[in-house]
């Protein structure tokens, strides 16, 4: 067990209540809460936090940073809410990220706040080795519910560009120690579902006591 101060819980799903993906993280997140008392955990729901759009300063300042300048005044004060986020984003040392599968990938919310957060010389830089992720020494937990079954054995499985597509983004900024929680199928029948939610609370249950 290591010892994590602030654990980032970013929701992205509209269903409250409903969620089958927040049935599964509340599991995790109870057990989690017993096996690191004092860690604080903070919900960014994706649904209220009113995200950033990306304006055409705001774009820009990415390509001046990726030519390996710093941004003037006035992008800088256009930077200030992708700075924030990102803040946010830094100051926790392990993640929990709820998400549905939408359309074989993740809720377009998810997608914009990545596009706000992974900035270069915040959370990567170019070096003469290539790549480097700055995003170091953190875990994350990423729980997905899906109405079909995208599991290895499924003849869907291939369609599953929400997995993968997570483990290359934040593997790209460094975060490489990711576990995947996924219920799955949400929405083929009562008893299947049952048994997905069953089956993804016992694996969050392990993974909670074992972070
Ligand atoms: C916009 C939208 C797109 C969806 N796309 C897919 C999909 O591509 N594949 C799938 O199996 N289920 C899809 N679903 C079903 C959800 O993944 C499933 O119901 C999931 O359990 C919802 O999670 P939640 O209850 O936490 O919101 C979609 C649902 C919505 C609302």
Redesign the pocket.
């Known amino acids: 067990m290591t010892n994590m101060k602030q654990l980032l819980h970013i929701i992205a799903?509209p269903?409250g209540e409903?969620?089958?993906?927040?049935k599964v993280s509340k599991v995790f997140l109870d057990n989690f809460k017993k096996a690191h008392p004092d860690c604080q955990i903070d919900e960014l729901n994706l649904y209220s936090a009113n995200l950033p759009a990306l304006t055409a300063a705001m774009v820009s300042g990415k390509y001046v940073l990726l030519g390996g300048k710093d941004l003037a005044k006035d992008l800088k004060k256009a930077w200030k809410p992708i700075e924030d986020h990102i803040k946010r984003f830094l100051s926790a040392d392990g993640y929990l990220i709820s998400a549905?599968?939408?359309?074989?990938n993740i809720p377009y919310l998810l997608k914009q706040y990545i596009d706000i957060i992974i900035q270069p010389k915040y959370l990567f830089q170019y070096t003469a080795g290539g790549v480097e992720g700055l995003v170091k020494n953190r875990k994350m937990v990423i729980i997905t519910?899906?109405?079909?079954d995208?599991s290895e054995a499924s003849p869907f499985h291939k369609f599953d560009y929400q997995e993968p597509y997570l483990r290359a983004i934040f593997g790209f900024v460094g975060i490489t120690d990711i576990t995947f929680v996924n219920?799955q199928p949400?929405?083929m029948g009562p008893e299947l579902e049952a048994k997905g939610l069953e089956k993804a609370k016992a694996e969050a249950v392990k993974l909670a006591g074992a972070l």
């Open positions: 799903t269903r409903e969620s089958s993906t927040l549905p599968m939408w359309n074989f519910s899906r109405g079909g995208y219920a949400m929405n």
